[in-house]
């Protein structure tokens, strides 16, 4: 069935041929068991260069191109080009890949340069079968070697695109298109790595000496007269040795991290070698001094660190801070126990002035009442005197 629609197809094909040829008077034959299809003149043929146009239409369907785009060949200011590219390069892969690249991903490159240069494209095997006006398929048939040539489409479909928009202008119909098109610098990148170059030696007749076979390196180390388990006892006391030695080197590694760094000895003003972090206390002496702070006296011996001693410090305020703090004292205190001899103070005074006698049962109450009846008396001489004498 497969080969009846083939058969089918190709003529169908046939006579689309014969009768699009035909309207200029020319006659076309297929031979279908050669493969074979010719083309002749007849006395009704009135161009001459049609016979031409009618060959290429043959060449255009044996690569596969639809006979409806190789059909457009007939029209005037229609030609087509076939562009051979087996020949560029040599390796086969450099060549499936360069040519991958001209149609691009889902034949989006190739679609654009259809659309700019208004040619029919199609790659097919080693060549590529251009159709369309002329100055089209000169423009594909550039593109198309550079990219051959390891010249990526893109560059040039910017140029064609930059050229497509100048020519709307008529204002740049005369003048050169040079500073509006890209310009792409080539770079040499260096795909192979160079040659080693190895010095020759020099030409000897003698051949070189003959190295030592295992048997003979086992002869001189003793193994080859050794037993089967004295081997293996040797192999595992080296393995073990080994593992002691990258065992040992490891070890040292991790010590070295918690090695202390050397420090950095620094010369005083003095002469005298000391470590980074000695401070030099004539100078924070001067800076104090400056800020109006209190200076430090400092005693120096030799062979111990200097000591940092805090001179007490003089405040202005001392005898008032003092009465401030036996006045609270007075406020505060709770009412003594009262005994039999007893010496009155001043302060006692006050306090049995506003305190009641008491029986020795009812002890808390009185303690309650003491404080309440101690603070208005005491308040009243702070308006009077201000200066209270401190409580002993």
């Not at 079968?129 to 040539?149: H, S, W």
Request: hydrophobic share 30%; aromatic share 4%.
């Amino acid at each position: 069935t497969k080969k009846q629609r083939k058969s089918s197809s190709g003529i169908n094909a046939e006579y689309g041929v014969v009768s699009a040829l035909k309207e200029y008077g020319i006659h076309a034959l297929l031979d279908l068991i050669e493969g074979s299809m010719t083309v002749k003149t007849t006395r009704k043929t009135w161009d001459p260069y049609v016979i031409i146009k009618a060959r290429d239409i043959i060449k255009l369907l044996a690569r596969s191109v639809p006979f409806e785009q190789a059909k457009r060949v007939l029209q005037d200011e229609m030609t087509c080009d076939i562009i051979k590219i087996g020949n560029v390069t040599r390796n086969k892969e450099r060549f499936v890949k360069r040519r991958q690249r001209l149609v691009g991903p889902n034949g989006n490159t190739l679609k654009a340069l259809e659309l700019l240069t208004e040619c029919y494209i199609k790659v097919q095997g080693s060549t590529v079968a251009a159709l369309g006006p002329y100055k089209g398929i000169k423009q594909v048939r550039n593109i198309v070697m550079d990219t051959m040539n390891n010249i990526h489409p893109i560059y040039n479909i910017k140029i064609l695109m930059t050229k497509k928009e100048l020519m709307k202008d008529p204002t740049l119909k005369e003048e050169s298109w040079d500073r509006f098109l890209p310009k792409f610098k080539k770079k040499n990148v260096q795909t192979k790595k160079p040659k080693k170059t190895t010095v020759k030696k020099k030409y000897t007749p003698f051949p070189p000496p003959q190295q030592p076979s295992k048997v003979d390196l086992q002869l001189e180390s003793g193994e080859y007269f050794m037993k089967e388990h004295e081997k293996k006892q040797r192999k595992q006391e080296e393995k073990a040795q080994a593992q002691e030695t990258k065992v040992n080197e490891k070890a040292e590694k991790i010590k070295q991290v918690y090695v202390a760094p050397k420090e950095e000895v620094v010369v005083r003003n003095d002469g005298e070698e000391g470590s980074s972090n000695a401070v030099d206390i004539e100078n924070l002496k001067r800076k104090l001094k400056k800020k109006n702070l209190p200076v430090m006296e400092v005693k120096k011996v030799e062979g111990v660190p200097a000591v940092v001693e805090e001179q007490p410090v003089k405040k202005k305020r001392k005898r008032k801070i003092e009465e401030e703090d036996a006045a609270a004292d007075v406020e505060v205190a709770p009412p003594k126990k009262e005994k039999k001899k007893k010496k009155k103070s001043e302060p006692d005074a006050v306090i049995s002035e506003g305190v009641p006698e008491e029986t020795p049962k009812k002890k808390k109450k009185s303690a309650a009442v003491s404080e309440e009846t101690v603070s208005e008396p005491v308040e009243k001489k702070k308006k009077k005197k201000k200066k209270v004498p401190p409580t002993e």
